[in-house]
């Protein structure tokens, strides 16, 4: 079994309370420790495209999270970007980190780590301030990184920046201004993150592996399938048997299925503002879909997934319940 080989590894340790080691390896991947409960288990919640200053019912959202999270004794939370509309964050000393954080998600079980990817909105202001330690010694729960990973025992998450994979926004500068430092070029950075994607699964040994990213691979919804992930990663999903594939983006809660693959494609993009009625329910794969505001739940044995869709008010709108040996034999 091959296992993560980095060049110039150096060890950089944040607060004690994160309880969390990086390794740098590349420019872009870092590796992290999260520890599963003793009995080796691990839950968490998934919210995405929330940062509204607890409008478009951003805070009932948080709320029900806050009660789901209590029930399941949650390990953390995961971002799937578009963390602070509308333009992202103007910088490390921006009110609306606080606005739309820190005093949005007060309950008890929501005061663990956030890990959180950055989205197109995000990238529209400024991207690297998200990624500033400044935040995290404003708010300890806070981290976002370009790309990386998770070690959380029987599970590997493999954390991706998808934003400068999407073309368009290189191509139409006057609609959008985009935080392109320490990404561009384009080529050379999707290149770079692709080689350190591949490398991470390809060494991984964990029972569970999950990519988190914001944009869609395939979505039924209002930007529909993004091609450049549906050439450059999904291939690479399907060959290392990554088992679930979570994004945002499009501000709904969906479920499809791939066509070649067990791989479960799975969006939580419903943190605040939604878009009724705007789905194909016909999208090839479509298992579930809800266009409403909601969030997402998975818990996880060495065995076992359980996976919820809820909606605004905390009801269950979808389970999924995957035996992991049924599902590495299909």
């Known amino acids: 079994m091959v296992s993560f080989s980095y060049k110039s590894m150096a060890l950089v340790l944040l607060p004690s309370i994160l309880a969390l080691c990086f390794i740098s390896s ?9 520890a599963a409960k003793n009995d080796g288990s691990l839950s968490f919640l998934v919210v995405g495209d929330w940062g509204r200053r607890g409008t478009y019912n951003q805070s009932q959202v948080a709320t029900q999270m806050g009660r789901i999270g209590d029930k399941l004794d949650i390990n953390f939370v995961i971002s799937t970007g578009d963390n602070f509309y509308d333009d992202g964050l103007t910088g490390v000393e921006d009110k609306a980190f606080q606005e739309s954080f820190t005093n949005i998600y007060t ?25 500033s330690p400044v935040l995290r010694k404003l708010d300890s729960r806070w981290l976002c990184l370009r790309s990386y990973v998770v070690n959380a025992e029987i599970v590997e998450f493999f954390f991706v920046d998808t934003t400068p994979f999407v073309e368009k926004y290189w191509l139409d500068p006057e609609e959008h201004t985009y935080d392109w430092r320490d990404v561009a070029p384009r080529n050379t950075y999707m290149a770079s993150v692709l080689k350190d994607l591949e490398s991470a699964l390809k060494g991984s040994s964990a029972t569970w592996k999950i990519v988190v990213g914001h944009h869609t691979i395939r979505s039924a919804s209002h930007h ?22 979570i994004n945002g983006h499009d501000h709904c809660l969906q479920h499809i299925i791939d ?4 791989l479960l494609l799975l969006t939580s993009g419903a943190g605040s503002k939604s878009w ?14 809800y266009d409403g505001q909601g969030f997402m739940s998975v818990q996880l044995t060495p065995a076992d997934a359980r996976i919820i869709f809820y909606d605004v008010a905390g ?16």
């Open 26 to 34: 590349s420019a872009e991947f870092h590796r992290l420790e999260h």
């Open 107 to 131: 309950a008890e079980s929501l005061q663990k780590q956030w890990y959180a990817v950055l989205g197109n909105h995000d990238y529209r202001g400024d991207a690297v301030a998200q990624l």
């Open 224 to 245: 529909g399938d993004t091609q450049e992930l549906v050439n450059l990663m999904l291939p690479m999903l399907r060959t290392y048997k990554v088992d679930f594939y």
């Open 259 to 262: 066509s070649n693959s067990p």
């Open 276 to 289: 009724r009625g705007d789905t194909d329910m016909n999208h090839d794969g479509l298992r579930f879909f």
């Open 315 to 330: 009801n269950v709108l979808h389970r999924l319940n995957m035996s992991k040996e049924i599902y590495a034999a299909i």
